[in-house]
Nanobody
Framework: QVQLVESGGGLVQPGGSLRLSCAASGNIGGINVMGWYRQAPGKQRDLVALITITWGVVTNYAASVKGRFTISRDTAKNTVYLQMNSLESEDTAVYYC???????????WGQGTQVTVSS
């Protein structure tokens, strides 16, 4: 089993920044992709960003966050980060970290961390 623990969420004003972290532990052998999804109240869970590991660093972003968010990884710490800049109220959601072994599918999930953008 793979355990994912997110941290770094909170309340921030519009235009502000936050950095989310996701630490992976347990049976992490073969984990090839990690990433972030988010779910706003009453909406489905949507992709934010993905980063692959085995085949080198390849990133994939949702159109709504391109240029504002950056996903990165620290393989020594088994940790993935999401740097979020120029935050907007529409970014308010619970952010979930995920990990997977096959393609771009995420099979394991963290408990989520709340991000609220409000003045």
């Amino acid at each position: 089993q793979v355990q994912l623990v997110e941290s770094g969420g909170g309340l921030v004003q519009p235009g502000g920044s936050l950095r989310l972290s996701c630490a992976a532990s347990g049976n992490i052998g073969g984990i090839n992709v990690m990433g972030w999804y988010r779910q706003a109240p009453g909406k489905q869970r949507d992709l934010v960003a993905l980063i692959t590991i085995t085949w080198g660093v390849v990133t994939n972003y949702a159109a709504s966050v391109k240029g504002r968010f950056t996903i990165s990884r620290d393989t020594a710490k088994n940790t993935v980060y999401l740097q979020m800049n120029s935050l907007e109220s529409e970014d308010t959601a619970v952010y979930y970290c995920g990990a997977g072994r096959s393609g771009l599918s995420l099979d394991y999930w963290g408990q989520g961390t709340q991000v609220t953008v409000s003045s």
